[in-house]
T-cell receptor, first 116, second 114 residues
Framework: DQQVKQNSPSLSVQEGRISILNCDYT??????FLWYKKYPAEGPTFLIS?????DKNEDGRFTVFLNKSAKHLSLHIVPSQPGDSAVYFC???????????????FGQGTILTVHP | NAGVMQNPRHLVRRRGQEARLRCSPM?????VYWYRQLPEEGLKFMVY????????ESGMPKERFSAEFPKEGPSILRIQQVVRGDSAAYFC????????????FGSGTRLTVV
């Protein structure tokens, strides 16, 4: 039962252009969403997050958009840089009983390649 | 301030042996989470522990797998009688409290069963 899905295994973008990574979820109880970046042989690194009470959150070159009715979120990277090349995971969390609970459900990941 | 430390980075075990994976959380963090990443897949939650307590082990296989986080020392993920299907990358994350957003992952232990 894949509750968080990243349907694009890979994405290739030219340096300076926009990268858009997509993520869909099925569990309507999820109320917090995160994006992680992962290099080979390293652990995931937190990038940006968004609460379900918002539809957009921005941090520098990274913006996350949330469409609750469609159960869809996306990560925009503008402008893309070669150093952004990595695997990107979206993850979702359910705030059980009002206490934030750190169990995350991850998507399968999207390999982003940014060409110089 | 060291991050989450996992050791060993690489572990090779023969089928039937035991594997012990260690995770030292960040200083001041008392909550530990273990995840497993199989090839070509995302990370899958295994277990959530606080000091001396297992809070949620809903992602742990029913047999051969166990985890602990003692009062002193690192958290240990133990896999008994390993099989080829246990080959994966195992990641640990720690957080300072139940607010787990943006918590920190270690670099992982890559287990290979031969």
């Amino acid at each position: 039962d894949q509750q968080v899905k990243q349907n694009s295994p890979s994405l290739s973008v030219q340096e300076g252009r926009i990268s858009i990574l997509n993520c869909d979820y099925t569990n309507s109880m999820f109320d917090y969403f995160l994006w992680y970046k992962k290099y080979p042989a390293e652990g995931p690194t937190f990038l940006i997050s968004i609460s379900s009470i918002k539809d957009k959150n921005e941090d520098g070159r990274f913006t996350v958009f949330l469409n609750k009715s469609a159960k869809h979120l996306s990560l925009h990277i503008v402008p893309s840089q070669p150093g952004d090349s990595a695997v990107y995971f979206c993850a979702a969390n359910h705030n059980a009983g009002g206490t934030s609970y750190g169990k995350l459900t991850f998507g399968q990941g999207t390999i982003l390649t940014v060409h110089p | 301030n060291a991050g989450v430390m996992q050791n060993p980075r690489h572990l090779v075990r023969r089928r039937g042996q035991e594997a012990r994976l260690r995770c030292s959380p960040m200083k001041g963090h008392s909550h530990v989470y273990w995840y497993r990443q199989l090839p070509e897949e995302g990370l899958k939650f295994m277990v959530y522990l606080q000091k001396e307590n297992i809070i949620d082990e809903s992602g742990m296989p029913k047999e051969r797998f166990s985890a602990e986080f003692p009062k002193e020392g690192p958290s240990i993920l133990r896999i008994q009688q390993v099989v080829r299907g246990d080959s994966a990358a195992y990641f640990c994350a720690s957080s300072p409290g139940q607010i787990g957003y943006g918590y920190t992952f270690g670099s992982g232990t890559r287990l290979t069963v031969v």
